[in-house]
């Protein structure tokens, strides 16, 4: 058993497309229209026959109680790992991303909070290198 496919709803296909490959610098996968909306998935360049993200149209009713909630709370919906977080954090400020948490050490890990203008909050996790004993 594998995750090869995991969503994440959007308010705007298009624009979710543009912040999550030309900010966060994904690569697409698929966009194929289905009737207004598209099966649009992403996925790193790290990873490029990895898992995939879709971004799915947030229209269900239920979407947005859930994700105003998880946003009232600070929860994100994704997470993200990276190398080097204050590296991602200096590049996505500059390139005008808003953070809601600054680059924090949690112990075993450096996290970090953002907006992804689509209606989600994406934590970056940097973990720690474990030093032999």
């Not at 600054?102 to 970090?112: H, V």
Request: net charge negative; hydrophobic share 40%; charged share 20%.
């Amino acid at each position: 058993m594998r995750i090869e496919l995991t969503s994440l709803f959007v308010d705007d296909q298009s624009k979710a497309h543009s912040f999550y490959t030309d900010v966060l610098g994904f690569t697409t996968r698929h966009n194929i229209p289905i009737g207004d909306d598209f099966w649009l998935t992403v996925a790193s360049p790290d990873a490029p026959e990895g898992p995939e993200l879709l971004l799915e149209p947030a229209g269900h009713p239920a979407v947005k109680p859930y994700r105003d909630a998880l946003a009232a709370d600070g929860i994100p919906l994704a997470q993200f790992t990276v190398d080097d977080i204050a590296g991602e954090h200096a590049r996505l400020t500059g390139l005008g991303v808003v953070f809601t948490q600054p680059p924090t050490d949690i112990g075993p890990a450096l996290i970090a909070v953002f907006d992804d203008t689509c209606g989600n909050l994406i934590q970056l996790i940097q973990p720690k290198s474990e030093s032999p004993a």
